[in-house]
C-alpha cells in the first residue's frame, strides 16, 4: 500500500480515534490503527471492542490496500513533521515508511488479519443536529456514575420520540434530565438505548469539529449505536440492563422557590466549598426572607458563609447538599438565570434555567445530613 496525504488532514482525523484506542490492552493489535487507501481516500479505523471510530480523508494513492500502524506512536511523530504532504507506504512485513521533506521514518506495524472487524452500520433511524446532541451531552455527561459496579448508570438513557429527544442520567445522589423538542423525522414509535460515558465524550469530540447544524443518521441493533457524521462513523456498544425509572424520581412540584443570578451563585458556593468537607463536600443552604444564606465550617481549618439577595416570602429552609453537585450544574447551564425549588431539609432540591424554554432541563439533588 502506498499514497500521499496532507499532513493537516492525516493530524486531524489521527486525533478522533485516540481516545478509542486502547492504552493498556492485553491485545496489542488494538493500540493500533488500521490505515486502508483505494480510490482517492485513505480511510482509519479505531476500535477497543467496546467502542469504534472510522473516519477518511482525501488522498492521493498509487497502491491500494491496508495495513496497522500504533494509534499514539503515529500522531505523535506527524504532529511534528513540518506542514508538508506525507508519503506512507506499508510493506509486505507490515512496516510503515513515512517520508515528509529530509524527514524519513520506518515504523513496526502489524498485520492487518487480526484487526477487529466493525459491524455493519443498520437502516438510519433518525437524524439529529449534532450541535442539539453535544449541548444534551454536556448537560448529562456529570450526572453519570462511576462505580463499575452499577454499570446501567454507567451512561445516560437516551430516548428518542415523536416530537422530540430525552437524555438522562443519574449515579442515585443526583439526576439531570434534558428534553429537546427538536424534530426527528421518521421516529413515530420511541426508541431507548443505553449510551455508554466514554461514547458521549467522543460525540463532543466530533462535535467540536463540526457545524453544530450538521445532522447525525443516528441508528442501532441489538448490540450496538450508530452516530454517522458526514465521513466519520463513531459506533459504541451499548450498555445493557434497565434503567431505573426516572419519571418516578422527578418531583411533581416544589412548596417553593427562588430565582438567582447563575454566576453569583456559582461564585458563592465556589467561595464557600473551600472550608467544606473535602470527602463529603458539604454546604448548608438557608432560604428565608427575601435572602439565601450558604454557609460550610470545618471546626480544624475555618468557615465561610455567604449571603445573597432573592425574592421569597416563605418559612425559612435550611438544607444540606453537596456543593460539587450544584456546581456541576451551575457550569453546564448556559442560561443567566437559575430557579431553585424545595420543599423541606429532608426532600430533593431542584435546579433549571430560568424562563421558559423549548429545552426542558431538570436537575435533581438529594439533600444530605451535615
Known sequence: ?????????????????????????????????????????????????????????????????????????????V?????????????????????????KTRIAGMSRESFPELPKMP??????????????ISKTIFAISSEESRFTLNGALMVLRKGGLVMVATDGHRLAMV?????LPGITGAYRALLPKKAMAELQKLAG???????VRFSGDDNHLFFQLGDRLLLSRKLTGNFPDYERVLPKEHAHQVTLERDELRGAIERVAQ????????????????EM???????ETGESEESISTTYGGPAVEIG???QYMMDFLRAVPDQQVSFQFKDPHSAGELRPAGEKAENYRYVIMPMRI
Open 209 to 215: 469539529d463540526s457545524d453544530p447544524a450538521a445532522l
Open 79 to 103: 504532529r511534528l513533521l513540518p506542514d508538508s504532504d506525507v508519503q506512507v507506504k506499508i510493506q509486505e512485513n507490515h512496516w510503515a515508511s513515512l517520508t515528509c521533506g529530509r524527514s
Open 179 to 183: 428534553e429537546s423538542s427538536t424534530e
Open 321 to 323: 447538599f453537596n456543593a
Open 1 to 77: 500500500m502506498e499514497f500521499t496525504v496532507s499532513r493537516a488532514d492525516l493530524v486531524r482525523e489521527l486525533n478522533l480515534s485516540q481516545g478509542v484506542v486502547e492504552k493498556k490492552t492485553t491485545i496489542p493489535i488494538l493500540s493500533n490503527v488500521l490505515v486502508e487507501a483505494d480510490g482517492d481516500r485513505i480511510v482509519l479505523t479505531a476500535t477497543d471492542l467496546e467502542l469504534g471510530i472510522r473516519c477518511s480523508c482525501p488522498a492521493r494513492v498509487k497502491k491500494s490496500g491496508g495495513g496497522t500502524i500504533p494509534a499514539r506512536r503515529l500522531l505523535d511523530y
Open 293 to 299: 444564606k450558604i454557609h460550610s465550617s470545618v471546626s
Open 123 to 136: 437502516e438510519v433511524l433518525a437524524e439529529i443536529p449534532i450541535g442539539v446532541l453535544a449541548s444534551m
Open 275 to 290: 472550608f467544606s468537607d473535602e470527602r463529603s463536600r458539604g454546604i448548608r443552604v438557608r432560604v428565608e426572607k427575601d
